[in-house]
């Protein structure tokens, strides 16, 4: 797996680099198919708290969809151990998604299915995931740069190609990449969706909703309920 790390505002230590190293072999571990790990550490220069001045990002890329983690701290290396936390606990989710999704075909209550998300079948090419991390970055930089001066309020709007995949691949794209919604177009309507983490009730570890617009639809919204990955519609209360 190659590994690349870059500094923005701040050093890279050899002493850092040493540290890493002694880690990242836990992400081979749960995943077979990395090709490269990209590890960006950034210093704010006009931190208003400098117990998160420094942030450390991690984007995975290989044959499935980018996966990401990133944390702030008063240091590196504090930072580096809270963003890699939330890496492995990512690709764990994929490893044991893959069980679910190779051993028993019996549909699970969603808490117990989504326990562990693998890539999507239909997942980016490593140039695109490149591209979109790239992106990410540039409106990052754009918005550190604001907050030194009083700029006007600004709407900003990203183009991305329409991408066509089931409901229950777009819940793992959005869990792979840590983003609490992703938009889509769903596969089996046609129609431009997104899918968003709602907040868990009771004993539930993950629940989603996805919201879609219909211009032949009525006044009053259609709301319908199933289990992930059961193909099996429910009507819900209302």
Known sequence: MEMTINGRNVSVTDRFREYVDEKIDKVDQLATKIQRLDIKVTKEQHARNAESAL???????????????????SDKFAAFDTAF???????RKA???????????????VHEATSGLEPAA??????????LAQQEEEARSAAEAAENGAPPIEIRRKVFP???MSVDDAVDRMEM???????????ATGAHSVVYARKSKGNQQYSYGTITLDPAATDEATL?????R?????????
Do not use: C, M, Q, W
């Not at 290989?62 to 701290?73: L, N, V």
């Open 162 to 164: 329409a991408e066509s």
């Open 122 to 131: 239909s997942s980016l090419p490593l140039h695109e995931a490149t591209r």
């Open 85 to 91: 936390a939330k890496l492995l606990e990512r690709l």
């Open 177 to 187: 990449i840590g983003h609490p919604f992703y938009l889509f177009v769903d596969e």
């Open 95 to 109: 490893r044991d998604r893959r069980k679910v999704h190779h051993g028993s075909r019996t549909p699970k209550a």
């Open 55 to 73: 942030t450390v990002e991690l984007t995975v890329l290989g044959r499935g969809p980018a996966i990401r983690a990133e944390a702030k701290a």
């Open 224 to 228: 319908e309920t199933r289990r992930y």
């Open 230 to 238: 059961d193909p099996l519609v429910e009507p819900a209360n209302a």
